[in-house]
């Protein structure tokens, strides 16, 4: 059985670490890959870069994706994917320690399916992924996609 993957975009060492564990924490197993950097995250998605050799198979389901990158922001990753039929309807989560209105605004009108503001302590932000996780992996269901209870 293939399981999903989850395209992480994070920067900051620690926070990906903890989202790396907090998935750890959630029953069901995903196959998380982490990026560093937006352009990382584009090379990712269109298998090109140093991911040239990205199997289809392994095309993100969910894409949980930080604002404040290095080399590109997080808003410009946004763009570029919502401009791609490939990858107009994958779930995309911003998930960033920001909570400015005209941050969560551009998030929404560059067409995020939903902003998080990262909670402080862990087991909140265990408990974040896990629901994220299960909500867009498990019960919605979205177009050219199965429902995967």
């Known amino acids: 059985m293939n399981r999903d993957t989850i395209l992480l975009v994070e920067?900051?060492?620690d926070e990906a670490e903890l989202a790396?564990?907090?998935f750890g924490q959630v029953g069901r197993h995903y196959d998380i890959q982490l990026?560093?950097?937006g352009e990382e995250a584009l090379e990712y998605l269109f298998a090109t870069g140093r991911h040239a050799?990205?199997?289809t198979e392994r095309a993100p389901s969910l894409v949980i994706l930080d604002l404040d990158l290095p080399r590109m922001s997080g808003f410009e990753v946004l763009r570029q994917i919502r401009s791609t039929p490939e990858?107009?309807?994958t779930p995309v989560v911003i998930l960033t320690t920001s909570d400015e209105q005209s941050d969560i605004l551009q998030g929404y009108q560059l067409g995020v399916n939903s902003y998080?503001?990262?909670p402080v302590d862990f087991e909140s932000f265990a408990d974040l992924l896990q629901q994220v996780s299960e909500y867009w992996l498990s019960s919605n269901t979205q177009p050219g996609r199965r429902h995967n209870p």
């Open 35 to 37: 990026v560093r950097n």
């Open 53 to 55: 050799d990205r199997a």
């Open 116 to 118: 998080l503001c990262k």
């Open 11 to 13: 920067d900051d060492p």
């Open 20 to 22: 790396l564990f907090g």
């Open 87 to 89: 990858y107009r309807y």
